[in-house]
């Protein structure tokens, strides 16, 4: 059984700082491309950071880069995001992603529960 498990969300204040976990398990972790997502309320699911399965290359929303940074460890089947000088524009549920190709170029992904977090003063 596939579990992704997201962790380290919660309230924090303007400016301030959180790291997320995902813990992967049921999964080849090292054969899976990892992303964060989020949702803010009312608004819909967006891509805010991506690694690759080695970690030799990142992607970032225009509105985290040079504030979030993402990265990985295989050796712990777990992706991290650092988040840094948080706005309230930050506030949502973020998710973890695990995605690969398999054959004939199927998509194969799955997703955490989510974790809540708010950047409220």
């Known amino acids: 059984q596939v579990q992704l498990v997201e962790s380290g969300g919660g309230l924090v204040q303007p400016g301030g700082s959180l790291r997320l976990s995902c813990a992967a398990s049921?999964?080849?972790?090292?054969?899976?491309?990892m992303s964060w997502y989020r949702q803010g309320l009312g608004k819909e699911r967006e891509l805010v950071a991506a690694i690759t399965n080695a970690g030799g290359s990142t992607n970032y929303a225009d509105s985290v880069k040079g504030r979030f940074t993402i990265s990985r460890d295989n050796a712990k089947d777990t992706v991290y995001l650092e988040m840094s000088s948080l706005k309230p524009e930050d506030t949502a549920v973020y998710f973890c992603?695990?995605?690969?190709?398999?054959?004939?170029?199927?998509?194969?992904?799955?997703w955490g529960q989510g974790t809540q977090v708010t950047v409220s003063s």
């Open positions: 992603n695990a995605k690969r190709t398999g054959y004939w170029g199927l998509i194969i992904d799955y």
């Open positions: 049921g999964i080849t972790f090292s054969g899976y491309a």
